[in-house]
């Protein structure tokens, strides 16, 4: 049998991606294209490899396991582990559904229901199943305008760091004084941005008034002039305070558009996410005006 290897690696490689962009729909993730290319390209060369080579050690079950887990660390990184397993899981969920899918259409059509005998167009109808059932689901089960996750990207100076974020129409904090609306996003997630002193007086537990004072105190540069001070109340603390600073800049990213958003930032050291899926939370009206990047 003649094998064209441009369209065997198109082929896997365009099944790989439909793969991938239907864990991600299913986890609440949108890759971005040219990551979902570079990782489905992964994929297609991984599978050519394994037709032209044929190491049994090396493109044997574990190594298509670790290949599937690198194509996705491409795809959706950075996540925390807890939130990167559920990606994983689901690929290989989606992937079974899909191959049950193609040789069941492939069998009822008289197609014989070997694996290697299954026409590419049985998988591409297989592959479109699986993205309509995963855009189904995902229209059903996501939270509107305000719920959804992003990736949230803070710069300071010549640091600058980033974070998964959730936005929330909830959240109505703002800067004493000003009124600024503001980000708020935890300590841990900023341990980059943030220098060593401050991260330790803001995660101490000795209160925002104190880590605030202290801070200004011993400052330099542009940390003495850029922190705010945000009042806020909850159930069971009708007076909290929260510390943290005016940012150079705050950038908020989907997976379709980049916009800057004009927002201070607020400094929690308490998890914002019992799983770790989130480390920031971001008003949802800050959406509105923020200024898409070309």
């Not at 032209?52 to 493109?59: K, R």
């Not at 009822?108 to 026409?119: I, M, R, T, W």
């Not at 220098?195 to 200004?216: K, V, W």
């Amino acid at each position: 049998m003649r094998v064209y290897a441009d369209l065997f690696f198109l082929l896997n490689a365009s099944v790989d991606a439909a793969l991938l962009l239907g864990a991600g729909r299913l986890a609440g993730l949108r890759p971005r294209p040219l990551r979902l290319i570079a990782s489905a390209s992964v994929g297609g060369l991984y599978s050519l490899a394994a037709l032209l080579v044929g190491l049994p050690w090396l493109f044997g079950w574990g190594g298509r396991m670790a290949c599937a887990v690198a194509m996705l660390a491409l795809a959706y990184r950075p996540l925390h582990w807890r939130r990167f397993v559920t990606v994983v899981l689901l690929f290989f969920a989606v992937s079974a559904f899909t191959a049950g899918v193609a040789l069941g259409i492939a069998d009822s059509l008289g197609s014989g229901g070997a694996a290697f005998g299954v026409p590419w167009w049985v998988v591409a109808l297989a592959c479109g199943a699986l993205l309509a059932g995963a855009s189904t689901l995902w229209e059903r089960w996501s939270p509107g305008p305000s719920g959804w996750c992003c990736r949230l990207e803070i710069v300071f100076g010549e640091q600058r760091t980033s974070c998964r974020a959730l936005v929330d129409s909830g959240n109505d904090l703002r800067v004493a004084g000003s009124g600024r609306p503001a980000i708020v996003v935890t300590a841990v997630a900023l341990r980059d941005l943030l220098p060593a002193p401050a991260l330790c007086l803001l995660t101490s537990g000795q209160g925002a008034s104190a880590a605030f004072a202290e801070l200004a105190a011993t400052a330099g540069g542009k940390w003495s002039t850029r922190l705010r001070l945000f009042p806020f109340a909850s159930l069971g603390n009708r007076s909290g305070m929260l510390c943290g600073f005016e940012p150079d800049g705050a950038w908020v990213d989907d997976g379709r558009s980049r916009r800057r958003v004009r927002a201070a930032v607020a400094v929690t050291p308490d998890r914002l996410s019992g799983d770790g899926s989130f480390d920031a939370l971001v008003p949802a009206r800050l959406l509105a005006d923020a200024e898409r990047d070309g």
